[in-house]
Nanobody
Framework: QVQLVESGGGLVQAGDSLRLSCAAS????????VGWFRQAPGKEREFVGG????????VYADSVKGRFTMFRDNAKNTVYLRMNSLKPEDTAVYYC????????????????????WGQGTQVTVSS
């Protein structure tokens, strides 16, 4: 079992950047595929990006492609979400999720594919 803790959220202006961190404890994080999801008020949780266990494969939602980048440091048991050119519509609670299943380069894009979730970190982008 793995425990996930997100950090790095905050209040920024449109066009600014943030880097979110998802730190894992309890198990070797390199054994897990990881995803980032977000949920805005009144909306369903949506996929933002996912990264394979090796870190070599990533998938992003169209809404963030070219602006957001995921990378991982398995030695630090941490996955990062670098967010550039932030927009007001990026405002949401951001969650990281992890799951140990699948092939080495597999990336999961559905929330149902992840068995472990963090508590979330708030990102607010003002216009």
């Amino acid at each position: 079992q793995v425990q996930l803790v997100e950090s790095g959220g905050g209040l920024v202006q449109a066009g600014d950047s943030l880097r979110l961190s998802c730190a894992a404890s309890g198990r070797t994080f390199g054994d897990y595929a990881v995803g980032w999801f977000r949920q805005a008020p009144g909306k369903e949780r949506e996929f933002v990006g996912g990264i394979s266990r090796s870190g070599a494969s990533t998938v992003y939602a169209d809404s963030v492609k070219g602006r957001f980048t995921m990378f991982r440091d398995n030695a630090k048991n941490t996955v990062y979400l670098r967010m550039n050119s932030l927009k007001p519509e990026d405002t949401a609670v951001y969650y990281c999720a992890a799951d140990p299943g699948g092939m080495w380069e597999q990336v999961y894009v559905r929330s149902s594919q992840y068995g472990y979730w963090g508590q979330g970190t708030q990102v607010t982008v003002s216009s």
